[in-house]
Protein backbone atom coordinates (compact mmCIF):
# COMPACT_ATOMS: atom_id res chain seq x y z
CA UNK A 1 0.00 0.00 0.00
CA UNK A 2 2.25 2.88 1.11
CA UNK A 3 1.62 6.48 1.77
CA UNK A 4 1.68 9.39 0.31
CA UNK A 5 2.01 12.69 1.98
CA UNK A 6 1.09 15.49 -0.07
CA UNK A 7 1.72 19.30 -0.44
CA UNK A 8 3.45 20.08 3.36
CA UNK A 9 5.57 21.76 4.70
CA UNK A 10 8.92 19.44 4.93
CA UNK A 11 10.70 20.49 8.21
CA UNK A 12 13.82 19.16 8.85
CA UNK A 13 16.90 20.57 11.12
CA UNK A 14 18.66 22.19 8.01
CA UNK A 15 15.91 22.55 5.30
CA UNK A 16 12.37 23.46 4.65
CA UNK A 17 10.41 23.28 1.53
CA UNK A 18 6.58 22.41 0.48
CA UNK A 19 6.68 18.88 -0.90
CA UNK A 20 5.32 15.31 -0.97
CA UNK A 21 6.65 12.75 0.69
CA UNK A 22 5.85 8.83 -0.56
CA UNK A 23 7.11 5.93 1.62
CA UNK A 24 6.72 2.27 0.76
CA UNK A 25 7.57 -0.97 2.72
CA UNK A 26 8.31 1.03 5.75
CA UNK A 27 10.86 3.67 3.76
CA UNK A 28 10.87 6.94 2.27
CA UNK A 29 10.84 6.26 -1.46
CA UNK A 30 10.58 9.65 -3.22
CA UNK A 31 10.35 12.89 -2.20
CA UNK A 32 9.29 15.84 -4.82
CA UNK A 33 6.88 17.92 -6.67
CA UNK A 34 3.50 16.40 -7.78
CA UNK A 35 4.33 12.85 -6.75
CA UNK A 36 2.08 10.15 -7.96
CA UNK A 37 0.42 7.57 -4.96
CA UNK A 38 2.24 4.74 -6.81
CA UNK A 39 0.80 1.19 -5.78
CA UNK A 40 -2.61 2.87 -4.44
CA UNK A 41 -0.59 4.03 -1.74
CA UNK A 42 -3.08 6.26 0.85
CA UNK A 43 -3.03 9.89 0.71
CA UNK A 44 -2.46 12.29 3.67
CA UNK A 45 -3.35 15.99 2.12
CA UNK A 46 -0.50 17.86 4.98
CA UNK A 47 -2.02 21.51 2.88
CA UNK A 48 -0.68 23.90 5.57
CA UNK A 49 0.90 21.67 8.17
CA UNK A 50 4.01 20.91 8.60
CA UNK A 51 5.85 17.38 7.87
CA UNK A 52 8.48 16.35 10.30
CA UNK A 53 10.84 13.14 10.83
CA UNK A 54 9.08 11.01 14.06
CA UNK A 55 10.34 12.48 17.16
CA UNK A 56 12.84 10.62 19.06
CA UNK A 57 12.73 10.39 22.19
CA UNK A 58 16.18 9.10 23.76
CA UNK A 59 15.39 8.62 27.56
CA UNK A 60 12.29 7.06 28.98
CA UNK A 61 11.78 3.87 31.22
CA UNK A 62 8.88 1.77 30.42
CA UNK A 63 7.50 -1.24 32.83
CA UNK A 64 11.46 -0.61 35.00
CA UNK A 65 11.08 -1.96 38.43
CA UNK A 66 12.28 1.01 40.53
CA UNK A 67 11.79 2.05 44.33
CA UNK A 68 9.61 -1.35 45.06
CA UNK A 69 7.31 -0.64 42.17
CA UNK A 70 6.84 -0.60 38.47
CA UNK A 71 6.57 2.12 36.11
CA UNK A 72 3.31 2.56 34.77
CA UNK A 73 3.26 2.45 31.42
CA UNK A 74 4.47 -0.86 29.63
CA UNK A 75 6.35 -0.57 26.48
CA UNK A 76 3.36 -1.01 24.22
CA UNK A 77 0.88 1.92 26.26
CA UNK A 78 4.25 3.89 26.73
CA UNK A 79 5.26 3.75 22.65
CA UNK A 80 1.40 4.32 22.07
CA UNK A 81 1.71 7.31 24.21
CA UNK A 82 4.66 8.41 22.23
CA UNK A 83 3.01 7.97 18.92
CA UNK A 84 -0.01 10.03 19.77
CA UNK A 85 2.32 12.97 20.38
CA UNK A 86 4.96 12.49 17.49
CA UNK A 87 7.18 10.31 19.11
CA UNK A 88 7.85 7.56 16.97
CA UNK A 89 11.38 5.83 18.36
CA UNK A 90 12.69 5.57 21.97
CA UNK A 91 15.84 4.58 23.55
CA UNK A 92 15.34 2.89 27.11
CA UNK A 93 17.29 2.08 29.92
CA UNK A 94 18.52 -1.60 30.36
CA UNK A 95 19.26 -1.59 34.24
CA UNK A 96 20.25 -4.56 36.00
CA UNK A 97 19.80 -4.58 39.39
CA UNK A 98 22.85 -4.66 41.36
CA UNK A 99 25.02 -7.75 41.12
CA UNK A 100 23.05 -8.83 38.51
CA UNK A 101 24.45 -9.96 34.93
CA UNK A 102 24.23 -7.50 32.81
CA UNK A 103 23.45 -9.51 29.81
CA UNK A 104 20.53 -11.18 32.15
CA UNK A 105 19.26 -7.61 32.41
CA UNK A 106 19.43 -7.41 28.33
CA UNK A 107 17.43 -10.31 28.24
CA UNK A 108 14.72 -9.61 30.22
CA UNK A 109 14.24 -6.04 28.68
CA UNK A 110 14.18 -7.96 25.29
CA UNK A 111 11.15 -9.85 26.50
CA UNK A 112 9.35 -6.88 27.73
CA UNK A 113 9.78 -4.61 24.99
CA UNK A 114 8.41 -7.52 22.50
CA UNK A 115 4.97 -5.05 22.92
CA UNK A 116 6.20 -1.98 22.09
CA UNK A 117 3.74 -0.47 18.74
CA UNK A 118 7.29 1.36 17.98
CA UNK A 119 10.21 0.84 17.43
CA UNK A 120 13.21 1.06 20.33
CA UNK A 121 16.77 0.54 20.88
CA UNK A 122 18.34 0.36 24.48
CA UNK A 123 21.89 1.65 26.72
CA UNK A 124 22.83 -0.31 29.25
CA UNK A 125 22.51 0.87 32.43
CA UNK A 126 26.15 -0.34 34.35
CA UNK A 127 25.04 -0.18 38.15
CA UNK A 128 28.03 -2.56 39.50
CA UNK A 129 31.58 -3.46 38.67
CA UNK A 130 32.75 -6.70 38.85
CA UNK A 131 35.27 -9.13 36.67
CA UNK A 132 33.12 -9.94 34.14
CA UNK A 133 31.47 -6.42 33.80
CA UNK A 134 34.11 -5.05 31.03
CA UNK A 135 33.55 -8.08 29.26
CA UNK A 136 29.96 -7.26 29.01
CA UNK A 137 30.75 -4.11 28.04
CA UNK A 138 32.21 -5.78 24.99
CA UNK A 139 29.74 -7.85 24.06
CA UNK A 140 26.98 -4.55 24.26
CA UNK A 141 28.76 -3.03 21.82
CA UNK A 142 30.03 -5.71 19.74
CA UNK A 143 26.85 -8.23 19.40
CA UNK A 144 24.14 -6.53 21.21
CA UNK A 145 23.84 -3.40 19.07
CA UNK A 146 24.22 -1.05 22.27
CA UNK A 147 27.09 1.50 22.03
CA UNK A 148 26.07 3.65 25.08
CA UNK A 149 26.25 3.47 28.97
CA UNK A 150 24.37 5.04 31.55
CA UNK A 151 25.69 5.49 34.95
CA UNK A 152 23.55 6.61 38.03
CA UNK A 153 25.94 8.84 40.54
CA UNK A 154 22.85 9.31 42.65
CA UNK A 155 20.93 6.38 44.04
CA UNK A 156 23.65 5.06 46.25
CA UNK A 157 23.26 1.98 47.86
CA UNK A 158 21.08 0.82 44.43
CA UNK A 159 22.07 1.48 41.11
CA UNK A 160 23.99 4.37 42.17
CA UNK A 161 27.70 3.31 41.49
CA UNK A 162 31.22 5.12 42.98
CA UNK A 163 33.63 7.54 41.50
CA UNK A 164 36.17 4.00 41.17
CA UNK A 165 33.00 2.10 39.47
CA UNK A 166 32.53 5.43 37.02
CA UNK A 167 36.28 5.64 36.26
CA UNK A 168 36.14 2.11 35.31
CA UNK A 169 33.23 2.41 33.15
CA UNK A 170 34.48 4.91 31.40
CA UNK A 171 38.10 3.42 30.12
CA UNK A 172 36.13 0.55 28.93
CA UNK A 173 33.98 2.64 27.24
CA UNK A 174 37.01 4.80 25.71
CA UNK A 175 38.61 1.44 24.38
CA UNK A 176 35.13 0.56 22.81
CA UNK A 177 34.41 3.83 21.10
CA UNK A 178 31.19 3.75 23.11
CA UNK A 179 29.44 6.59 24.82
CA UNK A 180 29.35 7.10 28.61
CA UNK A 181 25.63 9.18 29.54
CA UNK A 182 25.76 9.75 33.61
CA UNK A 183 22.80 10.85 35.97
CA UNK A 184 24.48 13.57 38.06
CA UNK A 185 24.05 14.24 41.65
CA UNK A 186 26.50 13.45 45.01
CA UNK A 187 24.97 10.61 45.61
CA UNK A 188 25.97 10.59 49.05
CA UNK A 189 25.41 14.01 50.07
CA UNK A 190 21.88 13.46 49.29
CA UNK A 191 21.45 10.79 51.36
CA UNK A 192 22.96 12.76 54.10
CA UNK A 193 20.63 15.72 53.57
CA UNK A 194 17.74 13.37 53.24
CA UNK A 195 18.17 11.29 56.67
CA UNK A 196 19.03 15.25 57.83
CA UNK A 197 15.12 16.51 56.87
CA UNK A 198 13.66 13.21 58.08
CA UNK A 199 15.21 13.15 61.33
CA UNK A 200 13.91 16.60 61.59
CA UNK A 201 10.31 15.41 61.00
CA UNK A 202 10.41 16.78 57.28
CA UNK A 203 8.40 14.24 55.23
CA UNK A 204 6.61 15.56 52.48
CA UNK A 205 7.19 15.89 48.90
CA UNK A 206 9.24 19.12 49.04
CA UNK A 207 11.60 17.87 51.09
CA UNK A 208 12.32 16.00 48.18
CA UNK A 209 14.11 18.47 46.37
CA UNK A 210 15.41 20.22 49.10
CA UNK A 211 17.71 17.38 50.12
CA UNK A 212 18.73 17.32 45.91
CA UNK A 213 20.05 21.22 45.53
CA UNK A 214 21.21 22.33 42.25
CA UNK A 215 24.68 22.36 44.03
CA UNK A 216 24.46 18.84 44.61
CA UNK A 217 24.02 18.36 40.69
CA UNK A 218 26.19 20.89 39.61
CA UNK A 219 29.16 19.60 41.45
CA UNK A 220 28.62 15.74 40.07
CA UNK A 221 28.34 17.30 36.55
CA UNK A 222 31.82 18.74 36.99
CA UNK A 223 33.06 15.68 38.51
CA UNK A 224 32.09 13.61 35.96
CA UNK A 225 33.35 15.99 33.21
CA UNK A 226 36.47 15.58 34.99
CA UNK A 227 36.97 11.92 34.95
CA UNK A 228 35.97 12.02 31.38
CA UNK A 229 38.44 14.36 30.36
CA UNK A 230 41.12 12.35 32.27
CA UNK A 231 39.97 9.13 30.71
CA UNK A 232 39.64 10.96 27.20
CA UNK A 233 36.33 9.83 27.70
CA UNK A 234 33.17 11.74 25.64
CA UNK A 235 30.19 12.41 27.50
CA UNK A 236 26.58 12.96 27.72
CA UNK A 237 24.83 14.15 30.81
CA UNK A 238 21.18 13.36 31.13
CA UNK A 239 18.51 15.32 32.45
CA UNK A 240 20.63 18.31 32.96
CA UNK A 241 18.23 20.81 35.51
CA UNK A 242 20.14 23.68 36.70
CA UNK A 243 22.50 26.47 36.06
CA UNK A 244 25.27 25.05 37.88
CA UNK A 245 25.27 22.30 35.35
CA UNK A 246 25.09 24.05 32.41
CA UNK A 247 27.72 26.20 33.83
CA UNK A 248 30.19 22.96 33.91
CA UNK A 249 29.06 21.80 30.64
CA UNK A 250 29.74 25.41 29.01
CA UNK A 251 33.55 25.56 30.72
CA UNK A 252 33.88 21.72 29.09
CA UNK A 253 32.89 22.63 25.87
CA UNK A 254 34.90 25.64 25.93
CA UNK A 255 38.25 23.98 26.36
CA UNK A 256 37.23 21.82 23.58
CA UNK A 257 36.02 18.48 25.55
CA UNK A 258 33.37 16.89 24.27
CA UNK A 259 30.13 16.34 26.17
CA UNK A 260 26.74 16.62 25.24
CA UNK A 261 23.89 17.75 27.48
CA UNK A 262 20.14 16.46 27.51
CA UNK A 263 16.98 18.43 29.67
CA UNK A 264 13.70 17.80 29.62
CA UNK A 265 10.11 19.82 29.13
CA UNK A 266 9.75 19.71 33.19
CA UNK A 267 12.47 21.30 33.75
CA UNK A 268 11.97 23.85 31.12
CA UNK A 269 8.70 24.95 32.26
CA UNK A 270 7.96 24.12 35.93
CA UNK A 271 9.00 25.27 39.05
CA UNK A 272 9.56 23.90 42.35
CA UNK A 273 5.98 25.59 43.71
CA UNK A 274 5.06 22.11 42.06
CA UNK A 275 5.53 20.91 45.58
CA UNK A 276 3.91 23.10 47.56
CA UNK A 277 0.54 21.76 46.40
CA UNK A 278 -1.89 20.35 49.14
CA UNK A 279 -3.30 16.56 49.79
CA UNK A 280 0.58 14.99 48.87
CA UNK A 281 -0.14 16.08 45.30
CA UNK A 282 3.01 17.31 44.92
CA UNK A 283 4.42 13.99 44.55
CA UNK A 284 3.42 13.46 41.09
CA UNK A 285 6.46 16.29 40.47
CA UNK A 286 9.05 13.70 42.70
CA UNK A 287 11.57 13.06 40.50
CA UNK A 288 15.36 13.03 40.45
CA UNK A 289 16.87 15.72 40.27
CA UNK A 290 13.81 17.34 40.94
CA UNK A 291 12.27 20.59 39.65
CA UNK A 292 13.99 23.61 40.73
CA UNK A 293 13.26 26.75 41.85
CA UNK A 294 12.55 30.03 39.50
CA UNK A 295 15.37 31.15 37.49
CA UNK A 296 17.04 27.84 36.32
CA UNK A 297 14.46 27.87 33.42
CA UNK A 298 16.07 30.54 31.61
CA UNK A 299 19.43 29.18 32.16
CA UNK A 300 18.57 25.86 30.18
CA UNK A 301 16.76 27.49 27.35
CA UNK A 302 19.46 29.81 26.81
CA UNK A 303 21.76 26.85 26.85
CA UNK A 304 18.80 25.10 24.35
CA UNK A 305 19.41 28.50 22.09
CA UNK A 306 22.95 27.91 22.10
CA UNK A 307 23.51 24.71 21.38
CA UNK A 308 25.26 24.22 25.03
CA UNK A 309 22.39 21.37 25.30
CA UNK A 310 21.34 19.60 22.55
CA UNK A 311 19.03 17.19 22.89
CA UNK A 312 15.10 17.53 24.49
CA UNK A 313 13.96 14.00 26.35
CA UNK A 314 11.45 13.13 29.02
CA UNK A 315 12.64 11.00 31.33
CA UNK A 316 9.30 9.53 30.79
CA UNK A 317 8.89 7.08 33.81
CA UNK A 318 5.01 7.57 35.21
CA UNK A 319 4.32 6.45 38.44
CA UNK A 320 0.82 6.41 39.96
CA UNK A 321 -0.29 8.73 42.80
CA UNK A 322 -2.94 6.16 44.01
CA UNK A 323 -1.20 3.16 44.70
CA UNK A 324 2.29 4.21 44.09
CA UNK A 325 3.76 7.70 44.64
CA UNK A 326 1.87 6.75 48.00
CA UNK A 327 4.36 4.51 49.78
CA UNK A 328 5.75 8.02 50.32
CA UNK A 329 3.35 9.25 52.33
CA UNK A 330 4.73 9.58 55.42
CA UNK A 331 8.36 9.60 54.20
CA UNK A 332 9.62 11.62 51.16
CA UNK A 333 12.74 8.97 50.50
CA UNK A 334 9.83 6.15 49.29
CA UNK A 335 8.03 7.99 47.03
CA UNK A 336 9.02 6.64 43.47
CA UNK A 337 11.20 8.84 41.67
CA UNK A 338 10.01 9.63 38.03
CA UNK A 339 7.08 11.43 35.95
CA UNK A 340 5.09 10.45 32.29
CA UNK A 341 5.82 13.40 29.93
CA UNK A 342 6.64 11.06 26.37
CA UNK A 343 2.87 12.45 24.69
CA UNK A 344 3.69 16.16 25.47
CA UNK A 345 7.22 16.42 24.68
CA UNK A 346 6.79 17.64 21.07
CA UNK A 347 3.45 20.01 21.59
CA UNK A 348 5.44 21.48 25.15
CA UNK A 349 8.37 22.45 23.12
CA UNK A 350 6.55 23.52 19.57
CA UNK A 351 3.95 25.97 22.35
CA UNK A 352 6.46 27.31 24.51
CA UNK A 353 10.21 27.01 22.22
CA UNK A 354 8.84 27.85 19.16
CA UNK A 355 5.97 29.51 19.46
CA UNK A 356 7.18 31.83 22.69
CA UNK A 357 10.00 32.85 20.01
CA UNK A 358 12.99 30.62 22.11
CA UNK A 359 13.97 28.30 19.19
CA UNK A 360 13.27 28.43 15.83
CA UNK A 361 11.72 25.45 13.76
CA UNK A 362 14.64 24.03 12.76
CA UNK A 363 16.39 23.62 16.29
CA UNK A 364 12.70 21.97 17.39
CA UNK A 365 13.32 19.20 15.06
CA UNK A 366 17.35 18.60 15.52
CA UNK A 367 16.40 19.13 19.90
CA UNK A 368 13.41 16.10 19.21
CA UNK A 369 14.36 14.22 16.61
CA UNK A 370 17.44 14.58 14.68
CA UNK A 371 20.25 15.39 17.22
CA UNK A 372 19.67 12.46 19.49
CA UNK A 373 20.06 10.19 16.34
CA UNK A 374 23.13 11.30 15.15
CA UNK A 375 24.58 11.22 18.88
CA UNK A 376 23.28 7.48 19.42
CA UNK A 377 23.63 6.39 15.86
CA UNK A 378 20.64 6.19 14.55
CA UNK A 379 20.86 8.69 11.45
CA UNK A 380 19.74 8.95 8.84
CA UNK A 381 17.44 5.55 9.63
CA UNK A 382 15.63 7.71 12.25
CA UNK A 383 16.01 12.20 12.44
CA UNK A 384 15.96 12.58 8.80
CA UNK A 385 13.29 13.06 6.19
CA UNK A 386 15.16 11.32 3.15
CA UNK A 387 15.25 8.88 0.61
CA UNK A 388 16.23 5.38 2.30
CA UNK A 389 15.25 6.62 5.94
CA UNK A 390 12.76 5.02 7.83
CA UNK A 391 8.98 6.21 7.35
CA UNK A 392 8.59 7.39 10.76
CA UNK A 393 7.05 11.11 10.04
CA UNK A 394 4.54 13.32 11.56
CA UNK A 395 2.18 16.05 10.31
CA UNK A 396 1.92 18.89 12.08
CA UNK A 397 -1.21 20.66 12.56
CA UNK A 398 0.44 24.21 13.46
CA UNK A 399 -3.53 25.45 14.29
CA UNK A 400 -4.61 22.70 16.97
CA UNK A 401 -5.28 23.75 20.19
CA UNK A 402 -5.23 21.30 23.41
CA UNK A 403 -5.07 21.45 27.26
CA UNK A 404 -3.24 18.57 28.77
CA UNK A 405 -4.41 16.92 31.15
CA UNK A 406 -4.26 12.90 33.28
CA UNK A 407 -8.02 12.53 31.55
CA UNK A 408 -7.60 12.64 28.46
CA UNK A 409 -3.60 11.76 28.05
CA UNK A 410 -2.79 8.08 27.00
CA UNK A 411 -0.12 7.74 29.41
CA UNK A 412 -1.17 5.25 31.45
CA UNK A 413 -0.93 7.41 34.95
CA UNK A 414 -3.14 9.08 37.14
CA UNK A 415 -1.63 12.61 37.14
CA UNK A 416 0.10 14.78 34.54
CA UNK A 417 2.55 17.17 35.81
CA UNK A 418 1.83 19.37 32.83
CA UNK A 419 -2.32 19.59 34.04
CA UNK A 420 -4.11 22.62 32.36
CA UNK A 421 -1.07 23.48 30.48
CA UNK A 422 -2.55 24.89 26.89
CA UNK A 423 -0.21 23.48 23.92
CA UNK A 424 -0.79 25.08 20.14
CA UNK A 425 0.38 22.72 16.96
CA UNK A 426 -0.06 18.92 17.33
CA UNK A 427 0.10 15.77 15.28
CA UNK A 428 -2.75 15.19 12.88
CA UNK A 429 -1.46 12.40 11.35
CA UNK A 430 1.71 10.02 12.23
CA UNK A 431 2.96 7.49 10.28
CA UNK A 432 5.27 4.88 11.87
CA UNK A 433 7.36 2.58 9.65
CA UNK A 434 5.36 3.65 6.66
CA UNK A 435 1.97 3.27 8.26
CA UNK A 436 -0.50 5.57 9.46
CA UNK A 437 -1.23 4.83 13.27
CA UNK A 438 -2.52 7.91 14.64
CA UNK A 439 -4.72 10.64 12.71
CA UNK A 440 -7.15 13.31 13.81
CA UNK A 441 -7.25 11.64 17.17
CA UNK A 442 -7.56 8.26 16.51
CA UNK A 443 -4.70 5.88 17.62
CA UNK A 444 -4.86 2.63 15.97
CA UNK A 445 -1.11 0.98 16.96
CA UNK A 446 -0.04 -2.82 16.52
CA UNK A 447 0.80 -4.27 19.67
CA UNK A 448 4.32 -5.85 18.67
CA UNK A 449 5.06 -3.73 15.59
CA UNK A 450 8.08 -1.92 17.18
CA UNK A 451 11.08 -3.59 16.04
CA UNK A 452 14.50 -3.33 17.92
CA UNK A 453 17.45 -0.98 16.59
CA UNK A 454 20.70 -1.90 16.87
CA UNK A 455 22.69 0.82 17.10
CA UNK A 456 26.88 1.55 16.04
CA UNK A 457 28.19 5.16 16.82
CA UNK A 458 29.37 7.27 13.73
O1 LIG B 1 13.19 10.51 38.79
C1 LIG B 1 13.62 9.94 37.80
N1 LIG B 1 14.35 10.64 36.96
N2 LIG B 1 13.32 8.65 37.60
C2 LIG B 1 13.82 7.81 36.58
C3 LIG B 1 15.21 7.34 36.84
C4 LIG B 1 16.21 8.39 36.49
O2 LIG B 1 16.90 8.89 37.36
O3 LIG B 1 16.35 8.74 35.32
ZN1 LIG C 1 18.24 9.91 36.14
ZN1 LIG D 1 15.89 8.47 33.55
Redesign the pocket.
Known sequence: MGVLIKNGTIVTALDRFVGDVLCQKGRIVAIGASLEPAGGAEIVDASGQFVFPGGLDPHV?MELP?MGTVSSDDFETGTAAGVAGGTTSIIDFVIPARNQNLMEGLAAWHDKAKKAVADYAFHMAVTWWGDQTAEWMRRCVREEGIPSFKT?M?YRGAIGVDDVELIEVMKSAKELDALVTV?AEHGDMVVELQNRLMAEGKTSPKYHALSRPAPLEGEATSRAIMLARMTREPLYV??VTCRQAVQAITEARARGQRVMGETCPQYLLLDDSIYDQPDFEGAAAV??PPIRPRGHQEALWAALRNGTLEVVAT?H?PFNLVGQKDMGKDDFRLIP??AAGIENRLALMYTYGVLEGRLDLHQFVDLTSTRAAKIFGLYPRKGSITVGADADLVVWDPAATGTISAKTHHHQCDRSIFEGFKTQGAPSTVVVSGRIQYQAGDLKVEKGAGRYLERSLP
Open positions: HFFAHVHMSDCNG
